[in-house]
């Protein structure tokens, strides 16, 4: 399917590892002109910088300026922006709403919710100059599903898919449509790296990383698909959203959960 995204200029917060670092790839390929955020690099986003117009921007997202330094740092660059896709986010395993202190709040917030508000206000200007623009946030289904061990970050994700559904009633006559992808659990280092959910999952059940990924959760969550999703499966979908083809998609939500949410 060709995407028509040839020459696009994309920027992509959190985008060394897992959801973003899909991202980054498949924009690559495409031939997106891309300028990927995140504090530190990986040597996977190394390698697409060296093979491909990819600019890395060491960038702490949680900081008040963060989001719009990147942004700057690609208009900079390329004189335009076409894509924004609003990607970093954190949970933390929480014991309990009693147990989460303002400061845990705060953090969760400002990375997940906060970053996506000052990265669209600060890329919107140059969004709708270019007559045709997109931005995708990244969500959860856990804005729809909120989990207890997981209070503060369900709610920041219940925020960011409210601002996507205001931005794209604001901003849709000006050419600028807004998506959100609400994923369930994707095999990404949020997941695997040491001390993750995998691992936290496995503790509980005395079973392996492993094996929590690829039978625990899918099971014990009801993801009916049977697995997990995979990172690239968000990223054609993000591509999708981002590119001509969806021209008359906006405002819309679209879970990728394997069936984990029962509701309609
Ligand atoms: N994985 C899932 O199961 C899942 C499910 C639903 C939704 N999501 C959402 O999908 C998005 C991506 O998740 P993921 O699983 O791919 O996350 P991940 O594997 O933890 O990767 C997070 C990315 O964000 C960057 N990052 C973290 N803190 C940052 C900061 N302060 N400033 C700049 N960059 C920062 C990290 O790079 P550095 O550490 O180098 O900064 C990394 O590139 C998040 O919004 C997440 O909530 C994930």
Do not use: C
Not at 149 to 174: C, G, H, I, R
Not at 201 to 206: I, K
Request: aromatic content about 4%; glycine content about 8%; hydrophobic content about 50%.
């Amino acid at each position: 399917m060709e995407l028509h995204l040839k020459d696009k200029v994309a920027v992509v917060t959190g985008a060394s590892k897992g959801i973003g670092l899909a991202v980054v790839e498949a924009m690559a390929r495409e031939g997106v002109r891309v300028v990927a955020g995140s504090r530190g690099s990986t040597p996977e986003l190394d390698a697409l910088r060296d093979t491909h117009d990819v600019t890395v921007v060491a960038v702490d997202l949680a900081a008040p300026e963060g989001a719009e330094t990147l942004v700057r740092q690609a208009v900079e660059r390329h004189q335009r922006l076409d894509i924004l896709v609003n990607n970093v986010g954190a949970a933390a395993h929480r014991a309990g709403f009693l147990q989460v202190s303002d400061a845990e709040w705060q953090r969760i917030l400002d990375l997940t919710f906060f970053s996506a508000v000052r990265a669209s206000r600060a890329a919107l200007p140059h969004l709708v100059s270019a007559g045709e623009a997109a931005i995708v946030n990244i969500s959860s289904i856990n804005a729809r599903l909120p989990f207890p061990m997981v209070v503060d970050y369900s709610a920041a994700k219940a925020a960011l898919t409210n601002l996507s559904k205001s931005l794209s009633e604001e901003f849709a006559p000006q050419g600028v449509r807004v998506n959100a992808i609400s994923p369930g659990p994707v095999r990404t280092p949020m997941w695997t790296a040491p001390g993750g959910f995998a691992d936290a999952t496995a503790a509980d059940a005395g079973i392996t990383a492993q094996e929590a990924l690829d039978v625990a959760v899918p099971r014990n969550m009801g993801i009916s698909s049977g697995r997990i999703t995979e990172p690239h499966e968000i990223a054609d979908l993000t591509l999708f959203l981002a590119s001509p083809l969806a021209a008359n998609i906006t405002g819309a939500d679209i879970i990728v959960d394997g069936g984990q949410v029962k509701t309609l």
